[in-house]
């Protein structure tokens, strides 16, 4: 007897975003692919400008107007970029929650933190004014927000960076969503606040069977967090695999270097304390992206074949697949 295979919630195929630019079209994506499955995270890391955000995004239909896309986002069955807007909008937040990058941007200066995070309660689950305040609430306790009862009637300039980024989590949170898309979710929090929070998300992860999309600069944190990790670099994903597996291959030089850049605790004091490693050079402008390895102007195992074309992909490990000719080893 055989079993189908379960649909994965997410599943993103040959997903190429176009951008204008001063300077003409630009790709910010190019062919990138990757699946979730329900209860499943999956990280994403880079440098800035390495296509992270954008495919967060891509993911949610909140591209740019001037953008073009092409490829598959397909959540849950179905297919988001055939989808009007209110089809979306009836999505985002109830099914997919997002926390932005940017909180101050991200949260309205006009209406009160308990307002914001009632809104999709309201919208979405129909609970009244005051059952609405009170889940707002329990969320605010969940996220550790200080004095949460206090706060409710708060407006957004009168919090602190780290109080803004607990409201932001709250109301991607409030309405039990599917998927849960962080984008540097805890980057204005101290550690302790950081591992209570990320607690959280797991724990909803293993509890409700959320999905996670987590978007980090933080090695450590995605090495202890997710259990597939994708490496961006120059609009592509050019390592992926499980996360032990990549971080300890090491395969591509790009993943390779991000690793060695990363701060080390214990570290010699004083005048002889060794200097971090750095990758030479820069992350390309969409603009200048070439036609072969966009990290080969970077890349100490850099042969002229690599700037020709775009690497294929080729797996080196089970479950992982790198876009490189000259892999280390």
Known sequence: MSFATPEPLLQVSQLRVTLDTARGPADALRDVGFSLGRGQTLGLIGESGSGKSITALAVMGLLPETARLQGSVRFGGDEL??????????????????????????????????RQIAEPLRLHQGL??????????????????PQAAQ????????????QRQRVVIATALACGPELLIADEPTTALDVTT?????????????????????????????????????????????????????????????TRGLHAARPRLGQRQGSERPRLATIPGRVPALADLPPGCAFAERCERVQPECRQQLPPETFVGPG??????????
């Open 81 to 114: 970029t055939m989808l009007d807007e209110p089809a979306l909008c009836r999505i985002r937040g109830r099914r997919i929650g997002m926390v932005f990058q940017e909180p101050m941007t991200a949260l309205n200066p006009l209406h009160t933190i308990g």
């Open 128 to 145: 009244s004014a005051s059952a609405a305040e009170a889940e707002a609430l329990r969320w605010l306790d969940r996220v550790q927000m």
């Open 151 to 162: 706060r409710l009637n708060a407006w957004p300039h009168q919090l602190s960076g780290g």
């Open 194 to 254: 950081q591992r209570e929070v990320l607690d959280l998300i797991q724990g909803l992860c293993s509890d409700s069977g959320m999905a996670l999309l987590l978007i980090s600069h933080d090695l450590g944190v995605m090495a202890d967090r997710v259990q597939q990790v994708l490496v961006m670099y120059g609009g592509t994903v050019v390592d992926r695999g499980p996360t032990a597996e990549v971080f300890a291959r090491r395969a591509h030089p790009y």
């Open 320 to 329: 992982h697949a790198l876009r490189c000719l000259h892999p280390w080893p």
